[in-house]
């Protein structure tokens, strides 16, 4: 089998025959490196996506095309320097961290039913494609796809399904196909956030507040059908439970609008500067909706929105980290892909 920790160059023929069944983790993604000239082609393709935008594409491409790319690449680069560390960029780390773990769980709990585990990136490198491809080539014949999302949305989980089938469509040979929609109230899910709170507020005391912060999307995408709002309040309301908070201890907001139209609110930056200027000096943030920390956790809530709350007459707004790749994450996801695996024994190689 290859190594469990190979995901971002090519893999080899697998030694194992018996490897059929592959989960393959979806991310986001990540530029190369943070630099304008990097950051450029992956805005390109994540903004391109109409998932994520849908305006009419020709005025879409004016506008990505004619203004934005020509401007944010500096603009995120710098934002992207701000997080970087010297193993490269952190939900990239992060990922392949918690796809190690995941292959290191599923190995122990069932060493006769391998299930191999492989890492792709929505945009950006190593592509779904690519991924899948690949696992063709070592035998797999059934696929589980788990995206990194726990609530879902056409914008995140719905693109992830659209380049699974494009490349599904290519192959010849398809593999058995299932995907995992959403676990945002997944009863192991939720006690790993939950566990990971209290263990945060053990080590470093309990702020006046803890505010849950989401990614955003534009209140029409709501409208339109799409159940994120609702599984971001269930993801929430579950949370409450288990806590023992009520909605004036324990908040919700959203983050990461972009454009002129209505986005998800109350909005993260307005929340944070309303609760210091309310007398609350001390502000826990937590951000559920995303499985590892990369750009919007540790620069835009942990730098930028703690400037933010300062400035409003605050102390300290204090962001506790994403699961990433805690023992509590790893073995809730084991018995998640067990479960959407199951009946997939291992059966005999493919000639």
């Given at each position: 089998?290859?190594?469990?920790?190979?995901?971002?160059?090519?893999?080899?023929?697998?030694?194992?025959?018996?490897?059929?069944?592959?989960?393959?983790?979806?991310?986001?993604?990540?530029?190369?490196?943070?630099?304008?000239?990097?950051?450029?082609?992956?805005?390109?393709?994540?903004?391109?996506?109409?998932?994520?935008?849908?305006?009419?594409?020709?005025?879409?491409?004016?506008?990505?095309?004619?203004?934005?790319?020509?401007?944010?690449?500096?603009?995120?680069?710098?934002?992207?320097?701000?997080?970087?560390?010297?193993?490269?960029?952190?939900?990239?780390?992060?990922?392949?961290?918690?796809?190690?773990?995941?292959?290191?769980?599923?190995?122990?709990?069932?060493?006769?039913?391998?299930?191999?585990?492989?890492?792709?990136?929505?945009?950006?490198?190593?592509?779904?494609?690519?991924?899948?491809?690949?696992?063709?080539?070592?035998?797999?014949?059934?696929?589980?796809?788990?995206?990194?999302?726990?609530?879902?949305?056409?914008?995140?989980?719905?693109?992830?399904?659209?380049?699974?089938?494009?490349?599904?469509?290519?192959?010849?040979?398809?593999?058995?196909?299932?995907?995992?929609?959403?676990?945002?109230?997944?009863?192991?899910?939720?006690?790993?956030?939950?566990?990971?709170?209290?263990r945060w507020w053990a080590a470093h005391g309990r702020g006046e507040r803890?505010?849950?912060?989401?990614?955003?999307?534009?209140?029409?995408?709501?409208?339109?059908?799409?159940?994120?709002?609702?599984?971001?309040?269930?993801?929430?309301?579950?949370?409450?439970?288990?806590?023992?908070?009520?909605?004036?201890?324990?908040?919700?907001?959203?983050?990461?609008?972009?454009?002129?139209?209505?986005?998800?609110?109350?909005?993260?930056?307005?929340?944070?500067?309303?609760?210091?200027?309310?007398?609350?000096?001390?502000?826990?943030?937590?951000?559920?909706?995303?499985?590892?920390?990369?750009?919007?956790?540790?620069?835009?809530?942990?730098?930028?929105?703690?400037?933010?709350?300062?400035?409003?007459?605050?102390?300290?707004?204090?962001?506790?980290?994403?699961?990433?790749?805690?023992?509590?994450?790893?073995?809730?996801?084991?018995?998640?892909?067990?479960?959407?695996?199951?009946?997939?024994?291992?059966?005999?190689?493919?000639?």
């Amino acid at each position: 089998m290859p190594r469990s920790h190979d995901y971002t160059g090519p893999a080899g023929e697998s030694d194992d025959p018996a490897v059929q069944a592959a989960v393959l983790l979806v991310n986001l993604g990540t530029p190369e490196a943070p630099t304008a000239k990097a950051v450029r082609p992956y805005l390109a393709e994540f903004l391109g996506d109409q998932r994520v935008i849908d305006y009419p594409r020709w005025l879409w491409w004016l506008i990505l095309h004619g203004v934005i790319l020509r401007v944010r690449p500096a603009r995120s680069a710098h934002a992207y320097q701000r997080i970087w560390t010297p193993q490269g960029s952190p939900l990239r780390v992060g990922s392949e961290a918690l796809a190690a773990g995941l292959q290191s769980e599923l190995s122990r709990l069932q060493p006769t039913r391998p299930i191999r585990v492989a890492l792709a990136m929505r945009y950006g490198k190593p592509s779904v494609r690519h991924q899948i491809e690949q696992l063709q080539r070592e035998g797999v014949r059934r696929l589980l796809v788990l995206p990194l999302y726990p609530q879902y949305s056409a914008t995140s989980t719905g693109s992830v399904i659209d380049a699974v089938a494009d490349t599904l469509k290519a192959l010849r040979w398809p593999p058995e196909l299932r995907i995992v929609n959403d676990y945002h109230d997944d009863p192991g899910h939720i006690e790993a956030l939950a566990a990971s709170i209290e263990r945060w507020w053990a080590a470093h005391g309990r702020g006046e507040r803890l505010l849950l912060s989401f990614h955003g999307i534009p209140e029409r995408y709501v409208r339109a059908g799409d159940p994120y709002l609702d599984q971001c309040q269930a993801t929430a309301r579950a949370l409450r439970q288990r806590l023992g908070l009520d909605e004036t201890q324990l908040m919700v907001s959203f983050q990461s609008r972009v454009g002129r139209e209505q986005w998800l609110r109350p909005y993260t930056d307005a929340t944070v500067r309303e609760l210091a200027a309310a007398g609350v000096k001390q502000l826990d943030v937590a951000c559920p909706g995303f499985a590892v920390d990369c750009l919007e956790t540790l620069e835009e809530i942990a730098m930028q929105n703690s400037d933010f709350f300062r400035a409003a007459g605050g102390s300290e707004l204090r962001y506790i980290p994403a699961l990433n790749d805690t023992p509590g994450q790893v073995r809730s996801l084991a018995q998640l892909v067990l479960r959407h695996t199951g009946g997939w024994e291992a059966c005999a190689a493919v000639p």
